[in-house]
Each structure stands twice: as C-alpha cells, then as structure tokens.
C-alpha cells in the first residue's frame, strides 16, 4: 500500500458527462500529479499541483481540470467525455517536487466511457 | 521531441534466470531515470533510480545501467522470481515530478 487513495476504484459513465476522480495524498505530501494511462498512449503526466498551487502541466486536454484543496487532497474533473478518454487515471504524490524526489502512486480509478 | 521507448514490448525469462530490459531515451540532457515495476490492477512501483554523473546503480537484485554515450538504460534483475512477472517503465524525470515513462516491457517468468 503506497498511502496514496484513489477514489472510486471504478467508474463506467456516457460519453458527454462530466465526472470527478479524487486523491488523497500521502500523509505529508504537498505534491500531487496525475497522470492517463491508455493502451495507445502509455501512461502520460498530466498535471501536477504542490501545496494548492498548479506547478506542471502535461498533456491534459482542455476539457480535463483539476485542483488540490487546503487539506492537500485533489480532484481532476474530466467534462464532456468522449469514448476515447477511457483510461486508467493515477494519482501520485511526493513530500517535495525535486527531481530526486520519488513519486507514490495510488492504485488509479478505471474510466470506462460507453 | 520528447520520447522514452523500450525495445521490448515482451520478456519471457524462466524462473532462476536474470533478465534484462532495455529502454532507450532521446533527450541528451535527461539528468535522472527511474524504473518502475507495475503489477495488474495496481499502480506503478518505483524500482531504482540513476542519476545521469553515474553509469552502474545496485539495488536489491536489481542493477540498473546507463549508457548515455548512446542514450540507453537497462535493468537486470537476478534470479528472477515469479513475483517478478509484472510490466516494468523506465521513466525519465524532467524535474517537478514530471514523468516521461516508456511504453512499459511486460516480464513473464515461467515457473
């Protein structure tokens, strides 16, 4: 178990819905990214928030967003979803944002748009 | 522009056997890499990491190499074990926990 929680473990909804994946980091952890996990992309970053503030941006489309709370737990709000934004979505934190730093991953929400 | 790719997309090793992963990187001036191992249904695991000032890191049964003259990584794992089955990324770490992961080898390891 990596500390960090990912939740719900599974979500199947419609293509042009809206939906919210949540994260609680790691006790301690300021840094929290998110990344897509896909067949035909791998597992791609995201986006990246430390203490509230956004710090990185990946490739995250326009419809996707996300935020970290006062209590450093994060959402990513993914709207107006297409067939093609089934993935697995993980969420990793880390005490610091060095490039030394290691990473934690949950164990990812699974997104199946129908 | 940016890509971390593996060489294999699959690895079937016997039980006992070291096997060996490759990955190869295009950004020369990558300073720090990192493997992961990723079982079903879980998340990534980190492995071992390298800095780009070395050329050899040990760790528990794994040895990572880089070769930066021609920009490849590899990791060895010693008398792999069934527990070891699982797909293993090498990761590049572009600073502020961006992650670049390769597509990911999937190790077998027949009993």
């Known amino acids: 178990d990596s500390g960090v929680t990912q939740t719900p473990k599974h979500l199947i909804t419609a293509t042009g819905q809206r939906v919210t994946l949540r994260c609680s980091p790691r006790s301690g952890d300021l840094s929290v990214y998110w990344y897509q996990q896909s067949l035909d992309q791998g597992l791609q970053f995201l986006i990246q928030?430390?203490?509230?503030?956004?710090?990185a941006k990946g490739n995250i489309l326009e419809r996707f967003s996300a935020q970290q709370f006062p209590d450093l737990h994060s959402e990513l709000n993914l709207s107006s979803l297409e067939l093609g934004d089934s993935a697995l979505y993980f969420c990793?934190?880390?005490?610091?944002?060095?490039?030394?730093?290691?990473?934690?991953f949950g164990q990812g929400t699974r997104l199946t748009v129908v | 522009g940016e890509s971390v790719g593996l060489h294999l997309p699959t690895l079937s090793v016997q039980e006992g056997d070291n096997s060996i992963i490759n990955c190869a990187y295009s950004?020369?001036?990558?300073?720090?890499f990192i493997w992961y191992k990723q079982e079903s249904g879980k998340g990534p695991q980190f492995i071992i990491d390298i800095r780009s000032n070395m050329d050899k890191r040990q760790g528990q049964r794994v040895t990572v190499l880089l070769n930066k003259t021609v920009k490849h990584l590899s990791l060895q794992i010693a008398a792999t074990q069934p527990g070891d089955s699982a797909v293993y990324f090498c990761a590049e770490n572009m600073g502020g926990g961006k992650l670049i992961f390769g597509q990911g080898t999937e190790l077998s390891v027949k009993p």
């Open positions: 928030y430390y203490n509230g503030e956004e710090r």
């Open positions: 950004n020369s001036a990558s300073d720090y």
């Open positions: 990793a934190s880390s005490v610091a944002t060095g490039v030394t730093t290691e990473a934690f």
